[in-house]
């Protein structure tokens, strides 16, 4: 029996939930320690952006049933290498994303380079969205993109996203938030 916090498996990757034990080690600098609890080595590109999981925590501790939509390792099995990591901003329906919809799920990932235009993210985006419609019945997602990141604006774009608002984050600046919605067919009919 399979539980929301098990590795998401993919073609080609393996989404692994990092534990507090593997951000801690990642932020105190000690990628080694963090790489054997994680089963994957952990490249140094990791520690140039960190506020993810500052940011993680502060959502662990306000909230610990957050910890199944926390930060995961986007690992290459067959080298047992990080390359990246995705997680959702929040628990679904957060209050911050009412001004735009209700019920939905903001997520973010990031690519290491060397392994970008890959189609990870894709993969990576496409698995986590399959993972929360099935596990938790969600729906609707939210990503936040700088109009200036021509990359991720053209790989939400193929996926799907369309844009339904602006906003100033602290750290990236203007953003883009864009929607994508699962639509579900009841009775023979799309709702």
């Known amino acids: 029996m399979h539980t929301p916090l098990d590795d998401i ?5 393996i989404l692994r939930l990092m534990s507090s034990d593997v951000v801690d080690a990642c932020l105190a600098g000690n990628l080694r320690s963090a790489g054997r609890l994680l089963g994957a080595s952990i490249p140094k590109e990791l ?8 940011y993680g925590q502060q959502q662990l501790q306000n909230d610990p049933d957050y910890f199944p939509w926390s930060a995961r390792a986007v690992i290459l099995p067959e080298e047992q290498v990080m390359i990246g990591l995705i997680r959702f901003h ?3 329906d957060a209050k911050y994303l009412h001004a735009y919809v209700r019920d939905a799920v903001e997520l973010g990932y990031r ?3 060397g392994y970008q235009r890959l189609r990870y993210a894709t993969e990576a985006i496409t698995a986590v969205m399959t993972w929360a419609q099935t596990e938790f019945g969600v729906n609707k997602f939210v990503v936040s993109v700088s109009p200036e990141n021509i990359p991720s604006m053209q790989l939400v774009s193929r ?6 608002g602006e906003a100033m984050d602290d750290v990236d600046g203007l953003e883009y938030v864009l929607l994508y919605e699962v639509q579900r ?5 799309i709702s």
């Open 185 to 189: 067919i009841i009775g023979g009919a």
């Open 159 to 164: 996926l799907g996203f369309i844009k339904i």
């Open 90 to 92: 929040s628990r679904p």
């Open 47 to 54: 520690l140039e952006h960190t506020s993810s999981f500052k």
């Open 111 to 113: 690519i290491f380079k």
């Open 9 to 13: 498996i993919t073609p080609r990757l």
